[in-house]
Structure formats: structure tokens, C-alpha cells
């Protein structure tokens, strides 16, 4: 059964960084185009970035361009960068995968003021 799994999620204050890790159980990444997903409570699941199969091809959510970048650590790893970091930020974030629609558990990231 393939599994997706995010970490680096935290606490952090308002201007910090963060680093989140998507990995796939034992799989290489290269094959699926791998995009970050946000969901506040009460609130649809949102779209934050995506780069694309077997390129660094990214896509990039207006509220984060600029602020957050997705990348390919190695073969297995897909991270997202998230700098600037403001209190609107706070959600819990996921990735996914195309094709196979993976999905992660998610992770939490609270930015405070």
C-alpha cells in the first residue's frame, strides 16, 4: 500500500521559516507530479503548489508566490520551502501525488503574530 508522508511541520512566529518533507513509501517520486494542499478548519482544501512529473516545472497558489518554493531534495523527497511566513498561513498542510491521488495525513503549521 503506497503512503505518503509529510514532516516538518511547528509552531513558529510570524516572518519565520519553515521546511515541510513529502516522502513516499519506498517509491521514487520522479514518476508523479507531487502539489501541497493547505485545509483550515471549516474551510475547503486549498491549493499551494505542485511541480511537475519528471521536470522542476512548478506551480505556485498566489497568497505563497514569492514566499514558498517546492523542489526536489532527491528521488524520493519533495519539500516546500516556506518563508515569510504570516498568521494566515496556519493550516494543516498536505500532499499529494498525480497519478495514484496518494495523500498524505498532513501536518500542521500555526504561524503566530
Known amino acids: 500500500q503506497v503512503q505518503l508522508v509529510e514532516s516538518g511541520g511547528g509552531s513558529v512566529q510570524a516572518g519565520d521559516s519553515l521546511r515541510l518533507s513529502c516522502s513516499m513509501s519506498?517509491?521514487?517520486?520522479?514518476?508523479?507530479?507531487v502539489s501541497w494542499f493547505r485545509q483550515i478548519t471549516g474551510k475547503e482544501r486549498e491549493f499551494v503548489c505542485s511541480i511537475q512529473q519528471y521536470t522542476h516545472t512548478t506551480s505556485y497558489a498566489d497568497s505563497v508566490k514569492g514566499r514558498f518554493a517546492i523542489s526536489r531534495d532527491n528521488a524520493y523527497i519533495v519539500s516546500l520551502q516556506m518563508n515569510s511566513l504570516k498568521p494566515e498561513d496556519t493550516a494543516v498542510y498536505f500532499c499529494?501525488?498525480?497519478?495514484?491521488?496518494?495523500w498524505g495525513q498532513g501536518t500542521q503549521v500555526t504561524v503566530s503574530s
Open positions: 499529494a501525488t498525480t497519478p495514484g491521488n496518494y
Open positions: 519506498g517509491r521514487t517520486m520522479i514518476m508523479y507530479t
